[in-house]
């Protein structure tokens, strides 16, 4: 079946540096990716989706510019988290469709963990 | 997208079915019933969805009330490693960006 790999699995970085999340899809193509964060306890909340070739599209109070998304190919696409501060340690998770061959659901990876110290 | 609600938590025990409930009583006649998964310390699953009819997938089944403001997501022979939170969602034929959104789930608790 259809796999979403995210790397790293976790990280711990300190407050000020930035940190970049992978989000591939293993054997298929997706033009577009889906990236939430979850709290512990709490649901998961999207963030923005990822269109490959063009712009990210972020959801009401995500703030573009420290969550930059880049999404260059229709494998990969990326969540830097930039000057990290501890209010921004959370669970962050990629998520995926794949297009060919009829209707899918969507494929969530394993999340990375981040930390800020 | 239109809400939908479930319980904070459930409880069952090994080898016993489990129901878990959702109400959706805005839902509209485009909208499709989706269930996922998220075992603990990893992204969602899908587990299965509908529209209208009951369905069954090797890994639960779905009944859709006649009125479809109601679903019930359900696991025939609960073992342990179905303890997760279960995420009940809506989703429209018609999404430009084909986004879930998640509500808060019902956490499942299986009972050795």
């Known amino acids: 079946g259809a796999v979403v790999s995210q790397h790293p699995s976790w990280v711990i970085c300190k407050s000020g540096t930035s940190v970049k999340i992978e989000c591939r899809s293993l054997?298929?193509?997706?033009?577009?990716m889906f990236w939430y964060r979850q709290f512990p306890k709490q649901s998961l909340m999207l963030m923005a989706t990822?269109?490959?070739?063009?712009?990210?599209?972020?959801e009401q109070g995500v703030e573009k510019d420290k969550f930059l998304i880049n999404h260059a190919s229709l494998t990969l696409s990326t969540l830097t988290v930039t000057s990290a501060h501890p209010e921004d340690s959370s669970f962050y998770i990629c998520?995926?469709?794949?297009?060919?061959?009829?209707?899918?659901?969507?494929?969530f990876g394993n999340g990375t963990r981040l930390t800020v110290t | 997208d239109a809400k939908t609600t479930q319980p904070n938590s459930m409880e069952s025990n090994e080898e016993e079915p489990v129901h878990l409930p959702c109400n959706h009583s805005?839902?509209?006649?485009?909208?499709?019933i989706h269930w996922y998964r998220q075992l603990p310390s990893q992204g969602p699953e899908y587990v299965i969805h509908?529209?209208?009819s009951n369905v069954n997938n090797r890994m639960a089944s779905l009944a859709i009330a006649e009125d479809r403001k109601s679903s019930t997501l359900i696991l025939h022979r609960a073992t342990l490693r179905d303890a997760a939170v279960y995420y009940c969602?809506?989703?429209?034929?018609?999404?430009?960006?084909?986004?879930?959104?998640f509500g808060q789930g019902t956490r499942l608790t299986i009972n050795p």
């Open positions: 990822s269109n490959e070739g063009s712009k990210a599209t972020y």
């Open positions: 805005t839902i509209s006649g485009t909208d499709y």
């Open positions: 054997d298929f193509q997706a033009t577009t």
């Open positions: 998520s995926a469709r794949d297009h060919g061959g009829g209707w899918s659901p969507l494929h």
């Open positions: 509908g529209l209208t």
């Open positions: 969602i809506l989703r429209g034929i018609i999404q430009g960006a084909q986004k879930l959104v």
